[in-house]
């Protein structure tokens, strides 16, 4: 069993853990398409990726891709801590440009489920930080886009100051200029 909690985002979830515990630990299913579907949230995530960040305040994002290869991902952090943010990107939103942030973390085990039409990334809050994505199609470097990170039409409040970014990452258009 997995539980959902809608983020103030419509489409974006917190998804947590529901453990069976004995002697051993505990086990507990992180993906089931047919509880994510029961939950209107109809992802069949195809692909999985790691990402290693050896320092605290290292900004990875705001990443996005466009239609047709849009992604839907599910980002859990299985190492460190991170804060975790999207971006509501679809144009056609009342909630077109607000953002939502959560922290993952090893301790925690939750995960954000981050559905097409939003620019996610994430800083680290702790040296040595693992992430995991599980991602719904085969990224195309083609329909790769991003926002900037400090976007002022975002308004994102950082929990710290980036001290390590791509130069990719920090030179993406602000949202007047981002082809979203």
Same mark, same amino acid.
């Given at each position: 069993m997995i539980a959902f909690t809608e983020a103030p985002l419509p489409g974006a979830y917190l998804v947590d853990l529901v453990p069976s515990r004995d002697v051993r630990g505990?086990? #507990? !299913?992180?993906?089931?398409?047919? &509880?994510? #579907? #029961?939950?209107?949230? /109809?992802?069949?995530? !195809? &692909?999985?990726?790691?990402?290693?960040?050896? !320092?605290? #305040?290292? %900004? !990875?994002? %705001?990443?996005?891709? %466009? /239609?047709?290869?849009? &992604?839907?991902k599910l980002v859990r952090c299985t190492a460190g801590a991170i804060f975790d943010v999207i971006v509501d990107l679809r144009t056609s939103s009342s909630h077109y440009r607000r953002w939502y942030g959560a922290e993952l973390n090893a301790e925690n085990r939750r995960a954000l489920f981050v559905p097409p039409g939003f620019a996610h990334g994430f800083i680290t809050l702790t040296d040595h930080t693992e992430v995991l994505y599980m991602i719904s199609a085969a990224h195309s470097p083609a329909h790769a886009r991003g926002a900037r990170w400090n976007d002022p039409s975002f308004g994102i409040e950082w929990p710290l100051q980036p001290q390590v970014i791509a130069p990719r990452d920090a030179e993406y258009p602000l949202l007047g200029t981002a082809g979203a």
């Open positions: 505990f086990f #507990a !299913r992180s993906y089931s398409p047919q &509880e994510f #579907a #029961a939950h209107g949230v /109809a992802a069949e995530l !195809r &692909e999985c990726s790691v990402s290693y960040n050896e !320092r605290k #305040a290292t %900004l !990875r994002g %705001l990443h996005y891709q %466009l /239609a047709p290869h849009e &992604e839907h």
